[in-house]
């Protein structure tokens, strides 16, 4: 990673979080808590074709990070409905801010062989981590986004040939597993990630807006 301190102007230099030397370490999602400030990078490891979860933190603003912890049999054990989990986002993870789940950090996970959205979360600042709803279909490499309720809309890459984005929303603060997938016709879709963020809430009768962003172009 790298650090600006004036606003992106310019960049410091590179910052190993983590080295892993012949295995690969990737699809870093951070979420920021908003009340203490700490970081928490969840990262995926793999070892020939076996995946890990891992996560760590920094508290000084990512000059600085903690040796990362594996979560992968921590958060295994506590599964009930038999997913296995493979590796986070990439892209960020979300803090939600609305309602009973404020507070609460959401971490977007693939898992099983299709990498279905999963969902990771803590209610006590990270303190510990805990499984939480999933779709049992194929989203890959999902982003999320709170909406107003509290619920947990993912938007995902569901690989070629598949010209459309790929939706499913996971309720109750994203702890209640989905059945339902739709697609996004007017959101063009290459096989790569994409990012999806919320931007504003409903306010004064006018909607909120979620904001959405992906490689153009054909693959």
């Not at 960020?92 to 959401?106: E, M, N, P, Q, T």
Request: contains cysteine; positive net charge.
């Amino acid at each position: 990673m790298r650090r600006s301190g004036d606003g992106g102007k310019t960049w410091g230099p590179e910052i190993v979080i983590w080295d892993d030397g012949e295995h690969s370490v990737n699809n870093p999602s951070a979420v920021v808590d908003p009340k203490t400030g700490r970081i928490w990078l969840f990262l995926g490891r793999w070892v020939g074709t076996t995946p890990s979860q891992h996560v760590s933190y920094s508290d000084d603003d990512g000059k600085t990070w903690s040796k990362s912890q594996d979560m992968t049999r921590i958060l295994r054990d506590q599964i009930k409905d038999g997913r296995t989990l493979v590796i986070p986002g990439p892209g960020s993870g979300i803090a939600l801010a609305r309602g009973k789940y404020a507070g609460r950090l959401v971490i977007p996970m693939n898992h099983g062989a299709q990498w279905g959205p999963s969902v990771v979360y803590s209610d006590n600042h990270g303190e510990t981590w805990q499984p939480g709803g999933a779709l049992h279909a194929n989203i890959g490499e999902s982003k999320c986004a709170e909406l107003s309720d509290g619920s947990v809309l993912f938007v995902g890459n569901p690989g070629p040939p598949e010209a459309r984005r790929r939706l499913t929303v996971i309720t109750e603060g994203g702890t209640k597993n989905s059945t339902k997938l739709w697609h996004a016709e007017e959101l063009s879709h290459v096989s790569c990630q994409g990012a999806v963020a919320r931007y504003s809430w409903p306010k004064d009768g006018k909607p909120g807006l979620i904001l959405y962003s992906v490689r153009a172009g054909s693959q």
